[in-house]
């Protein structure tokens, strides 16, 4: 029996252009890790933060044009606590998905190793066309595990 198909996007940086946030980071001067987490996280899902064109164009086209793609999925290091205003997010930049994997709430480690784990799961279930992300570490991880990566530069 065949499996069902999939492709999985990776959110910021990706389907969402957060570079505003990231630019206030720096331009604030704002010290600290977690501060700079902080200021992110109050801030990702704001009107300044917009969906990435080009690839809002191709995600839907996968979506809806071409088949044999039955899933699409996004698999985000964002915590679990931002799940209902990162939804909303998506919904207004118009891209929605059938699966929103998120960072466990108190599981800081880091972005490949999270994914990681998700692919590992969702590859019992599913044949994963591609996984597009922006970090190359992502992207080296996936490709380890057999699964064709994109990445966004």
Known sequence: M???KCIVF???????????????????????SNNRWRYFYNNCNSDRVKA????????QYLRYSLRPIDYSIIITARSEKYRGGTLSKLADEYILCDRL????????????EVK?????ELMKEFDIIA???????????AKELGIASLRVV
């Open 10 to 32: 990776d959110i910021d940086g990706c389907l969402l252009n957060v570079e505003p946030i990231f630019r206030d980071i720096y331009e604030l001067n704002i010290k600290g």
């Open 101 to 112: 994997y998120m960072r466990k709430l108190d599981d800081f480690r880091p972005a490949h």
């Open 2 to 4: 065949e499996r069902e």
């Open 131 to 141: 996984f597009i992300d922006d970090e190359i570490k992502n992207c080296k991880m």
């Open 116 to 120: 990681r784990d998700y692919l590992v």
């Open 52 to 59: 990435n064109e080009n690839i809002r164009t191709f995600y």
